[in-house]
């Protein structure tokens, strides 16, 4: 029953999100906003299209630097399959995390258990990115007034504020129950509490982490800057730390498709801010999201072996 609930809510979100990506696009003049994106600097996106493979190879590492440090050995070709199989399952999947628990799954080890150190690697390993990104967000809005940049518009101002408010009121749920675990928590929050030491603090875990997250973290910001190039609307440095951080927020939206939908109305209203129409910050987003949708297209490759290979095994 609880299953088909959870279906039930994954498609109202789906279609919610389908028909607000249809609503802005409508809204904003979709002649205009297929014109610009048949224009497409062709340069431009196949850059971007090479740049989606670096993040997912990157990714990757990041993945495999991760489970090592909990005593997980992933090879580099293993650790890059399963990551672009992930990543493709998470952008045609609602959710988001779709790829990932799949990622956990392949890499289980045997006996009872086989799955926890797997399923730790990539919570952290993602965690380690949101982390860099929320930071990198968080500066952006502060420092948005100091740099001349115009008045965020109050309804995005208040589905930020209401995003923001929640995401704080997460981190410290989180922290005060890593801090004072309730006795029937204990026994689970002490092995992750001594996982996250080993996979962000002992022996520079930090730094590896730090790196690998802003060099992926930055891939996406600038991926996004190439898109908005791309159909004509170059944007200044300040919209890498402001504008673009809040439209890829929306993405993490757990009702969406890789954001679809929330991602488009955040650049509809962003902008005009730099001067541009909101049709054409809707036509960076669509392109920015196909970009990432195409460079994922070679986990197919890595799903039908998956497949195939369950297929085959007595």
């Not at 029953?1 to 990506?21: E, H, Q, T, V, Y």
């Not at 952008?91 to 258990?113: F, K, M, S």
């Not at 890593?178 to 002992?202: C, D, N, Q």
Request: aromatic share 10%; charged share 10%; net charge positive.
């Amino acid at each position: 029953m609880r299953f088909s609930n959870l279906r039930l809510l994954k498609l109202i979100g789906f279609i919610a999100a389908l028909a607000l990506l249809i609503a802005v696009i409508w809204r904003f003049d979709p002649a205009r906003i297929a014109a610009s994106l048949a224009a497409a600097n062709p340069l431009l996106v196949l850059a971007g299209l090479l740049l989606v493979q670096m993040q997912i190879i990157f990714s990757a590492l990041r993945w495999r630097f991760t489970a090592a440090r909990l005593g997980q050995k992933l090879g580099i070709g293993q650790a890059i399959a399963n990551y672009y199989l992930g990543t493709l399952l998470n952008q045609l999947l609602p959710g988001g995390v779709a790829g990932d628990a799949v990622r956990a799954i392949r890499n289980r080890t045997e006996g009872a258990g086989g799955w926890k150190t797997p399923a730790q690697a990539v919570l952290f390993e993602r965690l380690a990115g949101q982390c860099v990104f929320f930071a990198i967000a968080a500066v952006g809005l502060m420092l948005w007034p100091l740099l001349g940049g115009q008045a965020i518009p109050e309804e995005l101002r208040r589905v930020l504020s209401g995003f923001s408010i929640a995401v704080a009121a997460i981190v410290i749920l989180v922290v005060l129950v890593f801090r004072f675990p309730p006795e029937f928590l204990r026994s689970r929050v002490e092995p992750l509490k001594g996982g996250m030491i080993r996979a962000f603090v002992s022996d520079g875990a930090w730094a590896v982490q730090a790196g690998y997250s802003g060099a992926i973290v930055g891939s996406y910001i600038v991926m996004f800057l190439m898109a908005s190039a791309a159909i004509g609307a170059p944007l200044p440095l300040l919209a890498a730390i402001t504008a673009i951080p809040l439209c890829l927020m929306m993405m993490l939206i757990p009702a969406t498709f890789s954001g679809w939908g929330a991602r488009e109305a955040a650049a509809a209203a962003l902008w005009p801010l730099f001067g541009y129409g909101s049709g054409q910050g809707v036509a960076a987003s669509i392109l920015y999201g196909i970009l990432a949708l195409v460079g994922a297209m070679p986990g197919f490759i890595f799903l039908v072996k998956a497949l195939l290979g369950r297929h085959e095994r007595p």
